[in-house]
């Protein structure tokens, strides 16, 4: 076939188009992966934070201190 047919051409555009769409699905997924664990991780640490702030209130009632 030459490379001027319109049904090549097209053929090629319509194989593009799919691997572009594959392509922006794994970036979709990757990002949605990397939000979640952005979330997680700010969940983590501010319930981290809390609890240890909750032990240290606590030794130091057990200790006197308060």
Known sequence: MNTDDPLQQNI????????????RSLVDEANADDAFKARALSWMVRYVWLLLLLIVVLLARLLGVL
């Open 12 to 23: 090629s555009r319509t194989t593009a188009i799919h691997a572009l769409k594959q392509v």
